[in-house]
């Protein structure tokens, strides 16, 4: 049998309720291995970029104090470098993902402090010109991450804590687990070049590791029932933290760079798409690196969170590319035959 993953749990939510909540495998391949149970909490990886750092830039958006088209470097001028393409970089091309900063760095190698991390983060060259091109980018979201605190004068773990994941009731949703609770989630690496011991329940992402767990692109913890509550309030318009407008704004396609499936912060179905064959156009959505994903379709009234630990023991198995547009249309279709 193909390993995809040990560990999986689903949330399925329509038209406002709960319909499906499944777990699937143990935490590790080992056959006395713990089993995986509705309310495990999993490494959300990048999916923290949707439920924290975007809802966060939401918020502030909604409050005034984040205009989407101001250069970044007005909040954090160490961006500005001797690159002075950088001084076009928007909030908008950061939350698009069209910064013309790179996909990925390994700055955990350039210095073990926070500090030396962010100075390395901001002295990223440019690879194409801001505004030009689509490239996913965890180098802006970091940036993004910085210029938010500084804009809510608050740590992002602290602000999400107490205006997004409290109000919704998102109990299970962290940053930085409590060491006693780590037992309790699925390992997510044996990480033997980095950080030298098995990675449980703290962040798998080296670069967020280095960053003290909080950062923009990755660094929170939830379960398939804490995903599937702030999915519903994503089709509820928001209610009760966000406004409708708000919420429709973040989640549309940008028009620019030509070709791009990104919105702000969200992706919507590209062609093909992680999300399968059937969420319609107005969908939006996101992945995590560890194999994690969540999926909203307001016309239909759907929402698929899908939490797995693939990346364990090594971040090798790319199966589940192939596996999860296959369990997305599986859950359209069986809702289409049972409607």
Not at 6 to 21: C, D, K, N
Not at 25 to 46: I, K, N, R
Not at 141 to 154: K, Y
Not at 322 to 337: G, I, M, N, S, T
Request: charged content about 20%; overall charge negative.
């Amino acid at each position: 049998m193909e390993r995809v993953f040990p560990a999986a749990v689903t949330a399925v939510t329509h038209r406002g309720q709960l319909i499906s909540l499944k777990a699937f495998g143990h935490f590790t391949y080992e056959p006395d291995s713990q089993s995986a149970t509705a309310d495990t909490v999993f490494d959300l990886a990048s999916v923290s970029k949707v439920v924290a750092t975007t809802a966060m830039a939401m918020a502030l958006y909604e409050r005034g104090l984040l205009d989407l088209d101001v250069p970044a470097v007005a909040v954090v001028p160490e961006f500005a470098r001797n690159d002075p393409r950088c001084r076009q970089v928007t909030f908008r091309m950061l939350l698009a993902h069209s910064s013309g900063l790179p996909a990925y760095d390994k700055l955990f190698m350039k210095g073990p402090t926070r500090e030396e991390l962010l100075a390395a983060a901001f002295a990223v060259p440019l690879s194409t010109d801001p505004g030009t091109k689509a490239e996913y980018s965890d180098i802006g979201f970091i940036i993004l991450g910085v210029a938010l605190e500084r804009l809510a004068d608050e740590p992002l773990d602290r602000f999400c804590q107490r205006e997004i994941f409290g109000p919704v009731g998102m109990a299970h949703s962290t940053f930085n687990p409590a060491v006693n609770s780590r037992s309790a989630i699925p390992p997510t690496v044996d990480d033997w070049t980095f950080r030298n011991r098995i990675i449980q329940g703290e962040i798998q992402d080296e670069n967020a590791s280095a960053l003290g767990g909080v950062a923009g692109h990755a660094g929170v913890f939830s379960n398939a029932v804490d995903l599937a509550i702030f999915a519903h309030v994503m089709l509820n318009g928001g209610t009760p933290i966000l406004r409708p407008e708000t919420l429709a704004l973040f989640t549309r396609r940008e028009d620019s760079p030509a070709g791009t499936s990104r919105a702000l912060g969200w992706d919507t179905p590209s062609s093909p798409s992680q999300s399968g064959k059937y969420f319609s156009s107005r969908s939006f959505g996101h992945l995590g690196y560890t194999g994690t994903s969540l999926w909203i379709d307001p016309e239909r009234q759907l929402s698929v969170a899908l939490l797995t630990n693939r990346t364990w023991p090594d971040c090798k198995n790319q199966a589940i590319k192939e596996v999860r547009p296959r369990f997305h249309d599986a859950v359209v279709e069986a809702l289409e035959k049972n409607s």
